[in-house]
């Protein structure tokens, strides 16, 4: 008998293990997509200019490159970087793109490495992604030198804008949707999907993330790095989120440097939160920029 339970212990065991294998391959596989071809459909009400950006960062192949949409704005209205959320890509951003350029804004829709079209083997929680975006917000600074920059990032994407290892001169900044650290993150998600029961497979899961990104945990902690960002920012989330709390987003709203402001959203969940709340969402976001991006006359 006791062979037997040690033989239904072990095999249990075994499946999790295996669970939190497959778990974690789901969670950092690439997730590419071919979206460039769709700028033909686009041009049509929404001319966009396909671009692909250098990335000079020393982690990636040196051919690595942004590939993403740029859509010019109304001379002095500023230029926005909308990056998307997590196993996306740039067409996500669209709905926001064509709300502020036709407010005269210009946009830089891009795909993070290993998303979309652009290359890159493992989704990494924001450490490479933010390599990204360090590039795309040189690009918009050598392109647009007289302009004001601003980003926009949902979940995956605010990570990426947080953990940029540089100095990202952003003029001002959104982030929906950010988990503070990965560990809460995971718990959450695993509570979301397994119950009660799941978060017991957190550590197990992530050391799986930690074998397969060579990336300490600690390196994925937005919490530790929103400080950094030197730029008004506008906090976004919902009060029925499950995938970040709202007493998650505002320790974060409290680790983050003056100015700042929070919008928690009623009823808002872990999804696109311009489609959710509509009007509402465009007029707070047009009137941060606004405070933030234009120029006023005396």
Not at 175 to 191: F, K, Q
Not at 205 to 223: C, M
Not at 268 to 275: E, L, P, Q
Not at 278 to 288: A, M, S, V
Request: glycine share 8%; charged share 25%; proline share 4%.
């Amino acid at each position: 008998m006791r062979r037997w339970i040690l033989l239904g212990m072990s095999a249990c065991l075994a499946a999790v293990i295996l669970v939190a294998i497959g778990v974690g391959e789901l969670l950092t596989g690439a997730a590419p997509t071919a979206v460039d071809s769709l700028a033909g459909t686009l041009s049509t009400d929404f001319p966009v200019e396909p671009v692909q950006i250098p990335v000079k960062a020393g982690s990636r192949d040196r051919d690595a490159r942004v590939h993403g949409w740029l859509r010019r704005g109304a001379r002095g209205g500023g230029v926005l970087l909308l990056v998307h959320s997590i196993r996306s890509n740039r067409v996500e951003m669209l709905s926001r793109a064509r709300f502020l350029n036709a407010q005269g804004y210009g946009v830089l829709l891009i795909d993070l490495q290993a998303h979309g079209e652009t290359d890159g083997d493992r989704i990494t929680f924001g450490v490479r992604e933010s390599e990204d975006v360090e590039a795309s917000v040189a690009y918009l600074r050598e392109n647009f030198p007289s302009e004001r920059i601003a980003a926009i990032g949902v979940s995956l994407g605010a990570a990426a804008i947080v953990l940029a290892q540089h100095a990202l001169k952003l003029d001002a900044v959104v982030l929906e949707s950010l988990h503070p650290t990965i560990e809460e993150a995971v718990e959450n998600r695993l509570r979301l999907h397994l119950g009660e029961f799941g978060p017991a497979l957190s550590p197990l899961l992530l050391s799986q993330l930690s074998f397969r990104l060579d990336i300490s945990p600690t390196e994925l902690s937005p919490i530790t790095r929103i400080g950094d960002l030197n730029a008004p920012l506008l906090l976004i989330s919902g009060t029925d989120d499950q995938h970040t709390k709202v007493a998650e987003t505002r320790r974060l709203f409290d680790a983050a440097r003056q100015p700042k402001e929070m919008w928690i959203v009623p009823g808002g969940g872990h999804f696109n939160m311009h489609a959710y709340a509509g009007k509402e969402y465009e007029d707070r976001i047009l009137d941060f920029f606004e405070r933030y991006l234009r120029e006023r006359e005396d």
